[in-house]
């Protein structure tokens, strides 16, 4: 079984800064690509950068130049540095990671900017 644990959520004002970590435990020989996803009130979950094991990345266009997603594979977790945040970013965010072809998810963390 995979865990995957996040922290670094919370309150920002517009402009400000965030980083969100991502941490997989349990049994896992290598983790492959990670991802965030985010999902604002009543509207659906949509990714926002995602990572390979190489570290190949892919941002959302809503994100580019703003947010950055970077990994540290003997750890096993995945970050994301978010810079310049608009209220339009206030949604829970969510870890992503497939280990051995299956999917998981992290229980999501709020980030909430206020205008």
């Known amino acids: 079984q995979v865990q995957l644990v996040e922290s670094g959520g919370g309150l920002v004002q517009a402009g400000g800064s965030l980083r969100l970590s991502c941490g997989a435990s349990?049994?896992?020989?290598?983790?492959?690509?990670m991802a965030w996803y985010r999902q604002a009130p009543g509207k659906q979950r949509e990714s926002v950068a995602s990572?390979?094991?190489?570290?190949?990345?892919n941002y959302a266009d809503s994100v580019k130049g703003r947010f950055t997603i970077s990994r540290d594979n003997k750890k096993n977790t995945v970050y994301l540095q978010m810079n310049s945040l608009k209220p339009e970013d206030t949604a829970v965010y969510y870890c992503?990671?497939?280990?051995?072809?299956?999917?998981?998810w992290g229980q999501g963390t709020q980030v909430t900017v206020s205008s």
């Open positions: 992503y990671a497939a280990v051995r072809l299956r999917s998981y």
């Open positions: 349990g049994s896992i020989y290598s983790v492959g690509p």
């Open positions: 990572i390979t094991s190489d570290s190949s990345t």
